[in-house]
């Protein structure tokens, strides 16, 4: 039984979807099986985030490196996605929720990026809940492109190196624009971050689960949010209680 406090959510979640294929492995079914049965969770850990007041869900349904996997797989995540862009817009539209994408979008083959762009313009006023698609998305890449934006502007003239800060730089991430993760999750048994917000994930909270991604189920959801609140974060400070203070005289040999 997991019980949340609704006055300590983790604002900001960012969740690594993984284990689709080998839930599909795991049945003897094609890999797509495992994606589309993963597109089911998608969209009830939406609602369930959306009902309990999350501010920014950010999904991983596609990096850049997943572009090399074999064409007819890629294929079928891309009809997936459409699917979910034109099933969900009537819910997403009514529930306030925000859509935007996040990644090199112009790789995403023209009848992807079109759904996503109309839904994203439909919805782009919307205060709900703000959910991010990191579509042929890499996090070394969105640094690399803030750095060479930032990089022309000191050749341009319009900036010193000295110029370049932590600041500008998180100005230019489109992952940032709401604010880093508070809690990044990872299904499916994997223990790494597989080039998700690099950035953003330097204080985050990390929560692995075993669960495959179709399996995820809400009571998961709550799981980890649960884990995050017996958590103290401390953003490399230390917490009252283990405040030394002065060196006491005893310890400083005086
Ligand atoms: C990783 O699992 C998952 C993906 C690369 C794609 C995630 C896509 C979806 C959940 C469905 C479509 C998305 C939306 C937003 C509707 P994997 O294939 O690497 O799993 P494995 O580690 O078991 O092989």
């Given at each position: ?58 999904l991983y ?8 996997r ?16 034109v099933q ?19 790789r995403l ?44 502007q000191?050749a341009?003239g ?33 223990l790494?971050?597989?080039n ?33 609140q ?15 203070g ?9």
């Amino acid at each position: 039984m997991n019980t949340i406090e609704l006055t300590n959510l983790p604002l900001r979640i960012a969740i690594t979807m993984d284990g689709n294929g080998r839930w599909a492995e795991l049945r003897g079914k094609p890999r797509i099986v495992g994606h589309r049965a993963g597109s089911h969770t998608v969209r009830r850990i939406v609602r369930a985030c959306r009902r309990l007041g999350v501010q920014e869900l950010t999904l991983y349904a596609f990096s850049e490196q997943n572009w090399g996997r074999p064409i007819n797989e890629v294929d079928g995540l891309m009809t997936l996605l459409e699917e979910f862009l034109v099933q969900e817009r009537d819910e997403i539209l009514q529930n306030r929720i925000r859509l935007r994408g996040i990644g090199n979008l112009e790789r995403l083959p023209p009848h992807v990026r079109e759904s996503l762009e109309l839904l994203a313009e439909a919805s782009r006023d919307h205060q709900g809940m703000t959910l991010s698609l990191a579509l042929s998305y890499g996090g070394r890449e969105e640094i690399v492109d803030a750095a060479r934006t930032l990089a022309r502007q000191v050749a341009a003239g319009e900036l010193t190196p000295d110029d370049v800060t932590e600041e500008r730089l998180t100005a230019l991430l489109p992952s940032m624009r709401h604010g880093a993760p508070d809690l990044m999750i990872r299904t499916g048994g994997e223990l790494r971050v597989s080039n998700f917000l690099l950035w953003g994930a330097a204080y985050s909270e990390l929560f692995f689960s075993d669960i495959l991604w179709p399996d995820f189920q809400v009571e998961h959801l709550y799981q980890a949010i649960a884990a995050y609140q017996r958590r103290q974060r401390r953003f490399g400070l230390v917490s009252n209680s283990n405040t030394l203070g002065p060196c006491p005289t005893s310890l400083s040999g005086s």
